[in-house]
């Protein structure tokens, strides 16, 4: 459950009966939430009043604590678009980092889908599981994730989508260009532009691709409020570079000016 105040702050908690909540504006009791219906008020001892609300999918990923670095709502959405992640689909991802993209890709491909996630660090992957667990409230049964260095290769074969959260992205694409379906769309994401620029001289190099193109999503809120229709001075910047290109039946490469 997350309650938000009047001035943009958010708190997070898990209800349990008798326990209370103690805030700077003042102490919630929990028993005053359980039962009542998503977007209640509840006002604290102090008799301020805060929002209570279950947390979105976006919520959770941006408000869980990690260890490894995540890929951001603005990011996932561009994602799920851009590969053209349907319902139905057989999904290969490789690093799975804070669990938030498999989560995400999990729902998008719905029951009729299935999903395998591999990542090389136990502990991460354990990570991984847990936070996938919260966000779907526990492990679905079209997920698998595996611990493995897909450098090395993969055992898949017959995938739709191969998404890439690696540090060297380019030495998965032999792995991953022989499990891709022709016309099916390989995705890497990459904090900085020599990693992007690595791994598509990789995919030229390998031949088979085509249709490469790189992107980075800006995200920027507004303040409407009467009058004042203002940007906000803070804006989600670069979190990361979006590279897609999809899988062709023969060895060439097909590019077009625009990428």
């Known amino acids: ?89 057989n999904v290969l991802e490789a690093g799975s980092g804070t669990g938030a993209l498999t989560a995400a890709l999990v729902r998008a491909v719905g029951e009729g889908g299935r999903v395998v996630s591999y990542e090389i660090r136990e502990e991460f992957l354990e990570l991984a599981r847990d936070a996938v667990s919260d966000a779907l409230g526990g492990l679905p049964a079209n997920l698998e994730m595996k611990l493995g260095d897909v450098y090395l290769g993969v055992a898949e074969t017959g995938i739709d989508r191969a998404l890439l959260d690696l540090p060297e992205p380019w030495q998965a694409i032999p792995a991953f260009a022989g499990a891709l379906h022709p016309g099916g769309v390989i995705f890497a994401h990459c904090p900085n532009v020599s990693q992007v620029g690595r791994f598509c001289d990789g995919l030229r190099e390998h031949g088979g691709f085509g249709l490469i193109e790189t992107m980075e999503v800006l995200q920027r809120g507004w303040t409407i409020r009467g009058r004042s229709m203002r940007p906000d001075h803070r804006m989600v910047a670069h979190t990361g570079f979006l590279t897609f290109a999809r899988r062709l039946a023969g060895p060439e490469v097909f590019e077009t000016e625009n990428f």
Do not use: C, W
Not at 51 to 58: N, Q, V, W
């Open 1 to 89: 459950m997350f309650l938000h105040d009047r001035a943009g702050r958010v708190y997070q908690l898990t209800l349990k009966e008798g326990a209370k909540l103690s805030l700077h504006s003042g102490s919630v009791s929990h028993d005053d939430l359980i039962g009542k219906p998503d977007g209640s008020l509840v006002t604290s001892h102090t008799g301020t009043r805060l929002l209570a609300l279950r947390p979105t999918f976006a919520e959770r990923v941006t408000g869980r604590r990690r260890k490894a670095q995540p890929i951001y709502p603005k990011d996932l959405a561009a994602i799920l678009m851009y590969a053209d992640v349907h319902p139905g689909a």
